[in-house]
């Protein structure tokens, strides 16, 4: 029997794309990022050695991408807005050439009916900035909130939907944990100041913004629902533990305002609450999120430990539990993720029951395929399995909704093929693949099944 998946009027249809990933860091007159500054020093730990000049140029192209989205079914489109293009030192002036560079794009955005999702910061810390401490170092708090209100000021006339952050566990995990960005410290004590001075520069900017204008403002978080090995206490703690680092961290001090009290017990009882200031508090109190952007990849699978951790090691998230390869798991063969589609209930659900019921959307979603040019047939990737993929998550997000949760939309990663940080080109995930020599862009298959189905405001089956 054929059924309807059809979504609510006015969702949102789209997909997002990041500034360092996209514009291409040579092109225009741009300050250095620590991305810029950690290709030029040790350019082997890139894919391939590619860094991010070799873009798909859209710093040049966006008018042929715009035009592409809108053929694509596009109502809405995230961006972000290089901090190191708009004010070259970080701080003090701004860049003309990039206010130019950033208006003709929302303009044209606007002018093809396509909303601007505009965010601010996308692991692209200005160098200069890093160079004094970067999120370790207070005093970024306040040269963040003055960038975002030199966005606001410049763009809010036209941007009614601004988000802070994309993903601002990433920098804290792979920048300060794990050794996996710039500036590559491992150090659980210094991870959890960064986090913190994020969550501080969050509050900030959605003050000024609140302050001023009377649009939207939210963070994105990549939220990994947790799921014990089995319903044993201690893998349930195990669990409860995981959610708390790598959800609730920012999900509760971004929608509810505080952190959660068993976090801070925790850090306490290890000696690592970060250094704080009694106003901090009222800060984020005061200046909770009006949406939230929900990136899902993947699920977070959790047992117990086996082995308790040799006590001299230093304090580590990975203390608390062990990953757990569930036997039968669904594994993405390209990219070797797992791909659990009703997680994305499960994390609309939890918002439902224990966030208010805050709106949300799916801001990034998508399936990474390595040599994806295997599936090519007459010029064109036939990537039948990206369209079952999204199928899949929606139909979870449909149920959701048709549940009362408060989803508004959802957003593939990414309208076309990008530079993927250490990744570079390894993993394929856009709508268009684009031909990094000549930079041509051919639509793959998914666009025009996204097309449609954007074009009914759904699908059935
Ligand atoms: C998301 C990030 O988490 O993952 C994107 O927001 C990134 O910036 C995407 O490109 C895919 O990552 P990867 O490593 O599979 O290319």
Redesign the pocket.
């Known amino acids: 029997m054929t059924k309807n998946y059809q979504f609510p009027s006015g969702f949102w249809w789209g997909s997002a794309a ?1 500034a360092t ?1 996209t514009e291409g860091s040579h092109n225009g007159t741009k300050g250095k990022d620590i991305w810029d500054h950690w290709f030029e020093t040790e350019p082997n730990r890139f894919f391939e050695g590619v860094g991010p000049y070799y873009t798909s140029d859209f710093y040049n192209r966006f008018k042929e991408d715009i035009k592409n989205m809108k053929a694509t079914g596009h109502n809405s489109f995230r961006l972000s807005i290089a901090w190191a293009r708009l004010i070259p030192a970080g701080t003090g002036e701004v860049n003309q050439e990039a206010v130019d560079f950033y208006n003709q794009v929302i303009n044209e955005l606007i002018a093809n009916e396509i909303e601007p999702f505009v965010n601010l910061y ?2 692209d810390m200005p160098m200069t900035l890093q160079e004094k401490g970067g999120w370790e170092n207070r005093d970024v708090i306040d040269a963040y909130v003055a960038y975002a209100q030199q966005a606001f000021a410049l763009f809010g006339d036209r941007v009614k939907t601004w988000f802070t952050f ?2 601002p566990i ?1 920098p804290v995990e792979a920048g300060y944990l794990y050794d996996m960005h710039y500036p590559n410290v491992v150090d659980a004590r210094r991870a959890i100041q960064v986090a913190y001075h994020t969550m501080l520069a969050h509050a900030g900017a959605v003050k000024a913004y609140h302050q001023a204008y009377d649009g939207k403002i939210g963070i994105i978080l ?1 939220l990994t629902p947790s799921y014990p090995r089995s319903q044993h206490p201690a893998d349930l703690k195990a669990s409860r533990i995981a959610n708390l680092f790598f959800n609730r961290s920012f999900l509760d001090p971004a929608v509810k305002g505080e952190y959660p009290a068993e976090l801070i017990e925790l850090l306490k009882e290890y000696g690592h609450l970060p250094t704080t200031l009694p106003e901090d508090r009222a800060l984020l109190k005061e200046n909770t999120v009006d949406l939230l952007g929900v ?1 899902y ?1 993947q699920p977070r699978r959790v047992k117990a430990k086996d082995h308790l951790p040799n006590p001299h090691s230093p304090f580590m998230p990975s203390w608390f539990f062990d990953r757990y390869e569930m036997p039968g798991r669904n594994m993405n063969p390209y ?1 070797g993720w797992e791909i659990y589609e009703k997680g994305i209930y499960d994390i609309m659900i939890d918002l439902k029951e224990n966030y208010g019921n805050i709106e949300s959307f799916i801001s ?1 979603n998508g399936m ?1 395929v390595q040599d994806e040019q295997r599936f090519i047939k007459e010029g064109r990737i036939e990537d039948d399995y990206r369209i079952e993929f999204i199928k899949g998550h929606l139909k979870w997000l449909h149920k959701a909704i048709s549940e009362g949760c408060n989803a508004k939309g959802y957003h593939l ?2 309208f076309m093929d ?1 530079w ?2 250490m ?1 570079a080109y ?2 394929r ?1 856009g709508f268009f693949s684009v031909n990094l020599e000549t930079k041509e862009r051919t639509a793959k298959k998914s666009a025009s099944w996204f097309a449609e189905t954007a074009q009914k405001n759904g699908f059935s089956e």
């Open positions: 990041s990933q996308h692991f994309n993903e990433v990549n990136n990849y990219r990034e990474g990663w990414t990008n993927s940080w990744n390894k993993n995930y």
